[in-house]
T-cell receptor, first 112, second 113 residues
Framework: GDSVTQMEGPVTLSEEAFLTINCTYT??????LFWYVQYPGEGLQLLLK?????DKGSNKGFEATYRKETTSFHLEKGSVQVSDSAVYFC???????????FGTGTSLTVIP | DAGVIQSPRHEVTEMGQEVTLRCKPI?????LFWYRQTMMRGLELLIY????????DSGMPEDRFSAKMPNASFSTLKIQPSEPRDSAVYFC???????????FGEGSWLTVV
């Protein structure tokens, strides 16, 4: 079935370090792919998305490229800040049926 | 623009009591989702509606849980009777079918003692 698998956490990085959070997907059709971020005590917020192969989503210094050949959508940021500490969720949506599939979330802590 | 609005933000109730969580989706959105988030099980989809009609309620844990969407601007999630294991954060979310981006509310933090 359709699903998303993302790397286990928690991840702890020093400020200005490079971040990669891996995400791979399984889908029967041609999904749209998303990264959501959840700050402590808040709901999930859309961080970025990509709707077709080779698209790159970007926001707030974060990037992810939709790779159909490797069925991946890895999240990257070149230099993390303490304010990036949050839980990150990879998700996919099929373009029919409007069903969303979320990964289990990866907790990121950035230390000064 | 107003986002998804949920109430109450926090609720503490005693075991056996009825709990009603409320949600107002973003105006114009025609899909509405209820999720539950716990440390043990992460984010779980409970039920989703399309054009006010329940499409998939397979995630509703048991008969104690029920959800309604009487119109396009309002939905409720009811737990009766509540149990301590229902303690969680309950999120409502909405989307446009064609837009494929889902927008979450701030959540209702439920504690059953």
């Amino acid at each position: 079935g359709d699903s998303v698998t993302q790397m286990e956490g928690p991840v702890t990085l020093s400020e200005e370090a490079f971040l990669t959070i891996n995400c791979t997907y399984t889908a029967t059709g041609y999904p749209s792919l998303f990264w959501y971020v959840q700050y402590p005590g808040e709901g999930l917020q859309l961080l970025l998305k990509a709707t077709k192969a080779d698209d790159k989503g970007s926001n707030k210094g974060f990037e992810a490229t939709y790779r159909k050949e490797t069925t991946s959508f890895h999240l990257e940021k070149g230099s993390v800040q303490v304010s990036d500490s949050a839980v990150y969720f990879c998700a996919l949506s099929l373009n029919t049926g409007n069903q969303f599939y979320f990964g289990t979330g990866t907790s990121l802590t950035v230390i000064p | 623009d107003a986002g998804v609005i949920q109430s109450p933000r926090h609720e503490v109730t005693e075991m056996g009591q009825e709990v009603t969580l409320r949600c107002k989706p973003i105006s114009g959105h025609n899909s509405l989702f209820w999720y539950r988030q716990t440390m043990m099980r992460g984010l779980e989809l409970l039920i989703y509606f399309n054009n006010n009609v329940p499409i998939d309620d397979s995630g509703m844990p048991e008969d104690r849980f029920s959800a309604k969407m009487p119109n396009a601007s309002f939905s409720t999630l009811k737990i009766q009777p509540s149990e301590p294991r229902d303690s969680a954060v309950y999120f409502c979310a909405s989307s446009l079918t064609t837009g494929n981006t889902i927008y979450f509310g701030e959540g209702s933090w439920l504690t059953v003692v």
